[in-house]
Antibody, heavy 124, light 106 residues
Framework: QVHLEQSGAEVKKPGASVKVSCKVSGDPPNEPLIHWVRQAPGEGLEWMGGFDPEERKTIYAQQFEGRVTMTEDTSTDTVYMELRSLRSEDTAVYYC??????????????????WGLGTTVTVS | AIQMTQSPSSLSASVGDRVTITCRASRGIRNDVTWFQQKPGRAPKLLIYAASNVPSGVPSRFRGSGSARDFTLTISGLQPEDSATYYCLQDYDYPWTFGQGTKVEV
């Protein structure tokens, strides 16, 4: 079972950058597919981006293009989400989530079934 | 981007009731819809994937259905612990998009 541990809360000034980490542990049967979702206070869920195994690259939501980078350090099984040029509207809880999947001639997906606890980012 | 129109935005029901939440996609998305439950201060929890598949550990009172543009989450035999906000998500095309959420009060 995959477990995702996220880094602690951050307070940043407008214009700064934040880098949130998501450490993958457990015994995943295959390469975890990590996505990022955020939730502003009192608002709904917003998908930011994630790794597509069929395209073999990370896909970003257009509204974050140029401001966000998602990377992976395979030596520590840690995924990072960096958001730059922060503004007050980026104040939110940021979640990493793992998309369950398996491959047998083609990919089968089982939804984002494991989530981190979330990282609160405050821009003020 | 594909829009997911979710309704109602909120509802109140009693223990034992059956409730239905719907999501309509702005265009056909096969059966590429997942449903999540979120309680205050908690991360979302996966309830349904591929429109109608229930992951192990999710109570059988949760059922998903639909294809193409119209999707439904049904909770049969509502329980007090089902008080939460429910979201649909289309993962058919990028960017993935969520519905606006339905707050369920039991």
């Amino acid at each position: 079972q995959v477990h995702l541990e996220q880094s602690g809360a951050e307070v940043k000034k407008p214009g700064a950058s934040v880098k949130v980490s998501c450490k993958v542990s457990g015994d995943p049967p295959n390469e975890p597919l990590i996505h990022w979702v955020r939730q502003a206070p009192g608002e709904g869920l917003e998908w930011m981006g994630g790794f597509d195994p069929e395209e073999r690259k990370t896909i970003y939501a257009q509204q974050f293009e140029g401001r966000v980078t998602m990377t992976e350090d395979t030596s520590t099984d840690t995924v990072y989400m960096e958001l730059r040029s922060l503004r007050s509207e980026d104040t939110a809880v940021y979640y990493c989530a793992s998309r369950g999947h398996e491959y047998s001639n083609h990919f089968y997906y089982y939804g984002m079934d494991v989530w981190g606890l979330g990282t609160t980012v405050t821009v003020s | 981007a594909i829009q997911m129109t979710q309704s109602p935005s909120s509802l109140s029901a009693s223990v034992g009731d059956r409730v239905t939440i719907t999501c309509r996609a702005s265009r056909g998305i096969r059966n590429d819809v997942t449903w999540f439950q979120q309680k205050p201060g908690r991360a979302p929890k996966l309830l349904i994937y591929a429109a109608s598949n229930v992951p192990s550990g999710v109570p059988s009172r949760f059922r998903g259905s639909g294809s193409a543009r119209d999707f439904t989450l049904t909770i049969s035999g509502l329980q007090p612990e089902d008080s939460a906000t429910y979201y649909c998500l289309q993962d058919y095309d990028y960017p993935w998009t969520f519905g606006q959420g339905t707050k369920v009060e039991v």
